[in-house]
């Protein structure tokens, strides 16, 4: 994905191997992060500091590497209850809420006629505390028949980034050493 955060130009590419393993990295400006998470444990490296991600952001982390988690969300111990309809952009969606066992909440809205995700809601646990994420979908396109949003917005209270995919590739053989945590 690419984009613009604060002026600077901003690129994610995030890899996920079934059925839980993920790796993120994010370059910003002179920047660049990434996290990895092995099925198990996570880790997050930004400059010469790396550091283990543990409590309540391994739980989110655990979730979102999952590649099953709306098939059973029930074995993740998320508990799911069904909210009613809003509107997102204009358009009725259904709104499911999602509590993790730590408690944190994720609300999904899926649209009403086309089925599918249009936004998600998130509280994320951070270092600075709890932080509200909310990322809207957008621009589905078509990839080895299954749908993809190529178009995402994301913000953080007032910053709102804009990204595009510009790819998605589907059972390219990931190895599984992109995936391992030194230690």
Do not use: C, H
């Not at 910003?28 to 991600?53: L, R, Y």
């Not at 590497?65 to 809003?86: H, N, Q, R, V, W």
């Not at 086309?114 to 936004?119: A, E, I, N, P, Q």
């Amino acid at each position: 994905m690419r984009g613009t955060a604060m002026g600077q130009s901003l690129t994610i590419i995030v890899k996920q191997k079934s059925p839980n393993k993920m790796r993120q990295e994010v370059k910003a400006g002179g920047m660049d992060q990434t996290i990895i998470f092995d099925g198990e444990k996570g880790i997050m490296k930004a400059a010469t500091q790396s550091v283990e991600v543990t409590g309540k952001e391994l739980e989110q982390l655990k979730t979102e590497a999952s590649m099953e988690l709306m098939l059973d969300p029930e074995s993740f111990g998320i508990k799911l209850s069904y909210e009613g309809t809003e509107k997102v952009n204009d358009k009725d969606a259904y709104k499911i809420k999602m509590t993790l066992p730590s408690g944190i909440r994720w609300f999904t809205f899926f649209d009403v006629e086309s089925g599918l995700k249009v936004k998600e809601q998130k509280e994320m646990q951070t270092q600075m505390g709890l932080i509200e994420q909310v990322v809207t979908y957008d621009n589905y396109t078509d990839v080895d028949g299954i749908k993809y949003p190529f178009k995402l917005t994301q913000s953080f209270g007032p910053q709102s980034v804009e990204m595009t995919v510009s790819s998605v590739k589907v059972n390219k053989g990931l190895a599984d050493d992109i995936f391992v945590i030194a230690e």
